[in-house]
């Protein structure tokens, strides 16, 4: 799983760009942002199999 950081608050999401951990307390827009993220990252980091932790 890789892991960002928003702020000083960390959003997990699996490579399918599904939302990990617990996101109840993101806000919509929020859960969006995080997903359209993932994907981007998914793309990004496909060839790699290390744990990227990036900073928005």
């Known amino acids: ?3 960002v950081r928003r702020g000083d608050r960390p959003i997990g999401w ?3 760009g599904e939302l ?3 996101a109840s ?6 859960q ?6 993932s994907f ?3 793309k990004s980091f496909a060839t790699s199999n290390s744990t990227a932790v990036n900073s928005l």
């Open 25 to 30: 307390h993101l806000s919509k827009a929020e």
């Open 40 to 42: 981007a990252a998914s």
């Open 32 to 37: 969006l942002f995080a997903t359209s993220k």
């Open 20 to 22: 990990g951990g617990d």
């Open 14 to 16: 699996r490579v399918a």
């Open 1 to 3: 799983m890789w892991v």
